[in-house]
C-alpha cells in the first residue's frame, strides 16, 4: 500500500541503477529523488521531506555504510534499505544493527525491492502513528490532570468563602493570607509545589471556624474562657473539614498547627520550634499581621509599619525568625516597588 506524499530517495553511483528503480518506485505510487554520491543524498534530506533511502553500500567517497548513521541521527522517522553486492552481505547486516530496515542484494529482483520498500514504509507509519498516539495520550492525561487541579483549587476557594459568609470579619482574609503565605514561601526558597501548597493551606486554614458558633466568632469584646476554648477548636476542626478532600499531610498540618506558637505556647498541640510544620509556620506569620492590620468592631486596623514592628518583636517567641525575616524582607521589596 502507498500513499502519495511517501517520496523515497535512491542513492547509487550507478545512474542506470537509479534510473531503474526510479522507474519502478514511479510505477508503484512513490515519488523519487535521485542522488549520486552521499554529499548529494545530504543535501536531498535537507530539500525534501524523505520517508526512505535506498543506499547503495558502496559508492566513491562516503560510503553508504558510513553515511547511514548521519541519516539515523538527524532524520530519526527516515526509514533506510541498504543496497549490496551479494559478496558484501555482512557490511549489510552490520548496517542493520545500526538502523537500516532491511537489506536488497544486487542485482536487484525489482518485486523484492518493491516488497521491502512496502514493508518498511508500513512498518515506519505504524511507529509514527504509535508515537502519535502517545503523545496525544500524555497531552490528554495533562489536560485532565490540570483539570482536577483547577477544580481543587475551585473547590477549596468555595470553602473559603463558605466561612467568609458565616464570618463578617473574614471577608478577603484568607486570600490575602494565601498571598502573603506564597510570598514568604518565595522568599525562602521553597519548591513550587511545596509554594502551591502553602497557597492552598492559606485559602483554608480557618474553615474549622464553620463549626465555631456565630455567637462568639462575631462576639465584639472580650471572650471568656470557655469562649476561647470553642473557638480555638477551629484548628482540629479545619483538619478533619478538609481530610475527606485534601489527602496531602503538609496542607492538612498547615492548617491544623496555624496558631502554633514558636516558643511552644500556642495551640492546638503546643509544639514548638521546628516542631511546628513549616507551612504552618509560615502560616502564622502570615495570618497575625493580616489580622494586625484589618479593622474590627472592636478596634482599629493597625497600620502597617507598627504591625511589621509586632511581628519583628514576637521572632523567636510567637514566630520563627527565619520565617518572620522572610515575611518583613517581602513586605520591604513590595514597599519599595511602589
Ligand atoms: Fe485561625
Redesign the pocket.
Known amino acids: 500500500m502507498t500513499t502519495e506524499q511517501e517520496r523515497i530517495l535512491i542513492v547509487d553511483d550507478e545512474e542506470a541503477i537509479r534510473r531503474l528503480l526510479y522507474q519502478k518506485l514511479l510505477g508503484e505510487g512513490y515519488r523519487g529523488e535521485e542522488a549520486g554520491s552521499a554529499e548529494q543524498a545530504l543535501d536531498k534530506l535537507r530539500s525534501n521531506t524523505i520517508e526512505l533511502v535506498l543506499l547503495d553500500i558502496k559508492m566513491p567517497g562516503k560510503s553508504g555504510a558510513e553515511l547511514l548513521p548521519g541519516i539515523k541521527a538527524s532524520y530519526p522517522d527516515t526509514a533506510v534499505i541498504m543496497a549490496t553486492a551479494i559478496t558484501d552481505t555482512s557490511t549489510a547486516i552490520q548496517c542493520m544493527k545500526e538502523g537500516a530496515y532491511d537489506y536488497l542484494t544486487k542485482p536487484f529482483n525489482l518485486d523484492e525491492v518493491i516488497l521491502s520498500v512496502d514493508r518498511a514504509l508500513e512498518k515506519r507509519r505504524l511507529e509514527l502513528e504509535n508515537r502519535d498516539y502517545q503523545q496525544h495520550l500524555e497531552q490528554k492525561v495533562e489536560a485532565q490532570a490540570k483539570k482536577i487541579r483547577a477544580s481543587f483549587l475551585n473547590a477549596m476557594t468555595a470553602l473559603a468563602y463558605a466561612l467568609e459568609a458565616k464570618d463578617i470579619y473574614t471577608s478577603g482574609h484568607s486570600q490575602r493570607v494565601a498571598e502573603s503565605a506564597v510570598a514568604i514561601a518565595k522568599e525562602i526558597g521553597m519548591p513550587p509545589d511545596s509554594i502551591n501548597k502553602v497557597r492552598l493551606a492559606g485559602l483554608v486554614?480557618?474553615i474549622?471556624?464553620i463549626g465555631v458558633k456565630e455567637s462568639v466568632l462575631n462576639k465584639v469584646g472580650k471572650l471568656t474562657d470557655d469562649e476561647f476554648e470553642h473557638i480555638k477548636a477551629?484548628?482540629e476542626i479545619?483538619e478533619h473539614i478538609l481530610t475527606p478532600i485534601v489527602e496531602d499531610e503538609e496542607i492538612l498540618k498547615a492548617v491544623r498547627h496555624?496558631?502554633e506558637r514558636y516558643n511552644g505556647k500556642g495551640y492546638p498541640d503546643g509544639l514548638s520550634g521546628e516542631q511546628i510544620p513549616l507551612g504552618a509556620r509560615i502560616l502564622a506569620v502570615a495570618?497575625a499581621y493580616d489580622a494586625m492590620t484589618s479593622e474590627r468592631s472592636y478596634r482599629k486596623a493597625m497600620s502597617d509599619e507598627t504591625a511589621c514592628t509586632e511581628i519583628e518583636r514576637g521572632k523567636g517567641t510567637q514566630f520563627d525568625t527565619e520565617v518572620a525575616d522572610a515575611f518583613l524582607r517581602t513586605k520591604k521589596s513590595a514597599t519599595s516597588a511602589v
Open positions: 486554614h480557618d474549622g471556624k477551629h484548628c479545619g496555624h496558631h495570618d
